[in-house]
């Protein structure tokens, strides 16, 4: 049987963020006089709580929070909180609803660490901290909250907008299919160079391996040994553009692990896009992604409920196939509202 909500959830839905919170992810966390562990304790905050932040040094964070009728202002460690995106794009500070038929609450971060509870589908859970693909939620009805670590492709987010707020925050679409798409690179293929690829005028770019040419079909980009970047210009020719990764729709540039092929009818090309599972996967570069895409362009085999996901120079889909994101797999998509049609 489901659960009754948490009540630490049923407050954080109802507040809306403030310009700069933090949410507490430890079980019960100490608010301190002075910056340093040997401070005297004035007051405590339980998993889910929120503050205000007042000011940052050294590892600590100052916060404000309200206590009754009053409010409090103390030191906590920045080690125990997490910092609240008030656009609703981060997954901290948002109910989740578990998917899993029984889904283990774990000590640590990982698969092997001890189970210390088994929630059952159906039960909500408050997103505490990420890392990697792992929440850390408070669950329960008790005060304070019992906290842990679930996997986060066992975690649905409900709407990160909650009911009442307005704001650019995101909004569920619905599911769509995804498939992945790349600038094909004339270096990966070999054999005889046979086959000719013409400009829009009719005029031969280049002979190339024939397997070339079919992955430039479909792709619609490629870049040469040479280092000239091709683009497709419709009725099977293409087009040297000064791109590094090719153009997309109303020639907008391509930009690995962000742009994203849509079918129009359903979403309008320029709008932001918000996939929960990027949210805090590394990209080859090492920096970590926000779960934030573009609709920059489009694909004769897009259509519908579909969005075909662009990773750079060649098929590197295994840097979304870490976070869990895998080829005709179906996923929540999100729409930034107030993203408008620009092209970012």
Do not use: C
Not at 189 to 209: C, H, I, M, S, W
Not at 299 to 311: A, E, S
């Amino acid at each position: 049987m489901r659960r009754s909500p948490l009540p630490i959830l049923i407050a954080a839905l109802a507040l809306p963020a403030a310009a700069d919170e933090v949410l507490v992810h430890a079980r019960i966390l100490k608010v301190r006089d002075e910056p340093q562990e040997s401070s005297d304790a004035t007051a405590t905050l339980s998993a889910g709580d929120r503050a205000e932040v007042k000011e940052e040094r050294d590892g600590w964070v100052r916060v404000s929070f309200a206590r009754g009728e009053s409010r409090i202002e103390g030191w906590v460690s920045a080690e125990w909180v997490s910092r609240i995106d008030p656009s609703g794009g981060s997954p901290v500070g948002r109910a989740g609803t578990v998917t899993a038929r029984r889904l283990n609450v774990r000590a640590e971060p990982t698969t092997q660490a001890s189970s210390l509870a088994v929630l059952s589908s159906g039960e909500e859970v408050l997103v505490l901290k990420v890392q990697g693909r792992w929440y850390k939620i408070a669950h329960g009805a008790t005060r304070p909250p019992d906290v842990g670590w679930v996997h986060a492709n066992y975690v649905r987010l409900a709407d990160p907008r909650p009911a009442g707020r307005t704001g650019r925050g995101p909004r569920s679409i619905g599911t769509f299919k995804v498939t992945f798409y790349w600038m094909a690179r004339e270096e990966d293929y070999n054999g005889p160079a046979d086959t000719p690829v013409l400009d829009p005028q009719g005029k031969e770019l280049g002979r190339f391996p024939a397997a070339f040419a079919k992955a430039l079909a479909l792709e619609g980009t490629a870049k040469l040994r040479d280092g000239r970047v091709l683009n497709a210009a419709g009725d099977g020719r293409f087009e040297v553009v000064d791109a590094p990764f090719g153009l997309g729709v109303r020639n907008i540039p391509l930009v690995p692990f962000r742009s994203v092929a849509v079918d129009p009818e359903v979403v309008p090309i320029g709008s932001e896009l918000y996939i929960r599972a990027m949210d805090g996967a590394r990209l080859p570069d090492g920096s970590v992604h926000d779960g934030r895409f573009r609709a920059h362009d489009v694909g004769g085999g897009i259509r519908g409920r579909h969005v075909d996901l662009f990773t750079g120079a060649g098929d590197q889909r295994e840097v979304f196939e870490r976070a869990g994101v895998k080829n005709l797999q179906e996923i929540e998509i999100y729409l930034v509202e107030g993203s408008g049609s620009g092209s970012d």
